[in-house]
């Protein structure tokens, strides 16, 4: 059995800085995708980044240059390092993990989810 948990969400200001913490408990590949979506209310989940040890993180248009997501194997954690963010940044963000290394930009193509972790962004 797996089971992610998110942490680190928040309220900041516009501007400011979060980081996104993934703890994975269980058995994932270190080669397998993982990645992290989010969704705003009333809005679709959409992938915000993603990352596989076996090639090139990526990342949403509306993120890239401002968020960086990482994994480190050795403490089964994934993260989400946030800059220069913004009020449309505000949306529950999402752990999730494929089974395979291919990394997919459907929500549904994704085996694990976590419970999501709260970021605000408001002045």
């Known amino acids: 059995q797996v089971q992610l948990v998110e942490s680190g969400g928040g309220s900041v200001q516009p501007g400011g800085s979060l980081r996104l913490s993934c703890a994975v408990a269980?058995?994932?590949?270190?080669?397998?995708?993982m990645a992290w979506f989010r969704q705003a209310p009333g809005q679709e989940r959409e992938r915000v980044a993603a990352e596989r040890s076996v090639g090139p993180t990526t990342y949403a248009r509306s993120v890239k240059g401002r968020f960086a997501i990482t994994r480190d194997n050795a403490r089964n954690t994934l993260y989400l390092q946030m800059t220069g963010l913004k009020p449309e940044d505000t949306a529950m963000y999402y752990c999730v993990a494929a089974t395979g290394y291919w990394c997919p930009l459907r929500p549904d193509e994704y085996t694990y989810w976590g419970q999501g972790t709260q970021v605000t962004v408001s002045s």
């Open positions: 269980g058995s994932i590949s270190s080669t397998s995708c």
